[in-house]
């Protein structure tokens, strides 16, 4: 199970429309947090420069890398920072945990425990592939053991991402995605997308990874330019080991992969069946608990289990009891 600690605002959003919002980077509360760190032009070395040069990918792009470091360095750097914003607004995040029922996380995130934390099925051995499956898809599916994950309605999608999953020559997890993707879509008898949790890192020392470098992932070579953007995906899933505590589990997706018609507000849609419990918080009032229990049961879902937070009398700890 994966959980996501939310508030009474929010919720009944969330189960009137299967929803989960995605958050770009800029808005959280830590400032540190996916802070994409990129070189400056007064890091880069005499030799550094040189190898830029030699490793441009044409003419064109040789040219523009002198004049950058050898010409007009100060427009340049000014430059630099408009990529830099640019590129804080190219991924969207869902942050959840495997806990539900860390303290510190239901006062931050739950209204100080007013609000709720709702649970998903997130794990290969929870779904139930014996109906309607066929000779490979445990095998497929095997790949994935042990990774967490989510199902999303396709439509919320661009055909291009699809499109690229479901290119089974690919040899990489993306094809495994794309084909998991296929079988959970027969199994649920609709068109799903599967998107991996990942693990958040909480570096021992506390240091920022290596810079990311524009040039070299702009004007050289492709393999440059997966190195590069793979420092991205470090910066997106590292924080300070300050918020250690919260396990924090993430699913990172470009801002140009979903359609903006079927996902306003970065709002994506998820498959109902895998949402199946809702923990009310050591002080969420009645009348909220009545609403969403109503609500629940008013937009179909099934098997939705309720449960509620107490505290212990004889620990800092809460008590998560079916009710």
Known sequence: MIYKYTTYKWLPDIIYTNSLHFSCPLDFNDPFDSFIRMKKIEDYTKDDIEKLINEAEDENKKKKLIDVFYINQINEQKLLEERKKEVDKIFLVLSLSELKDNILMWSHYAELHKGFCIGFKSNIDDIDISKDSEPNDKEILSKLKGKNFLLFEEECFKSQLINHLNNESLNTEYADIGIASKIFSRL????????????????????????????????????????????????????????????????????????????????????????????????????????????????GYENVEFYQAERKDDKYELDIKKI
């Not at 649920?188 to 070299?216: G, M, V, W």
């Not at 993430?250 to 996902?263: E, G, L, P, Q, V």
């Not at 306003?264 to 609403?291: A, D, Q, W, Y």
């Open 188 to 299: 649920f008898n609709k068109k799903l997308l599967s998107q991996n949790l990942e693990n958040i890192d909480y570096p021992k020392y506390n240091t920022i990874s290596d810079a990311f470098d524009y040039f070299r992932c702009n004007y050289t070579n492709d393999n440059n330019k997966q190195t590069e953007l793979g420092k991205i995906g470090n910066f997106l899933k590292t924080k300070s080991n300050l918020w250690g505590y919260e396990e924090e589990k993430r699913i990172i997706i470009a801002y140009s992969d979903i359609s903006k018609n079927k996902c306003p507000n970065n709002n994506i849609k998820f498959e109902k069946s895998l949402l199946k419990e809702i923990i009310f918080g050591v002080r969420t009032p009645e009348v909220h608990k009545l609403c969403i229990r109503s609500l629940v049961e008013k937009m």
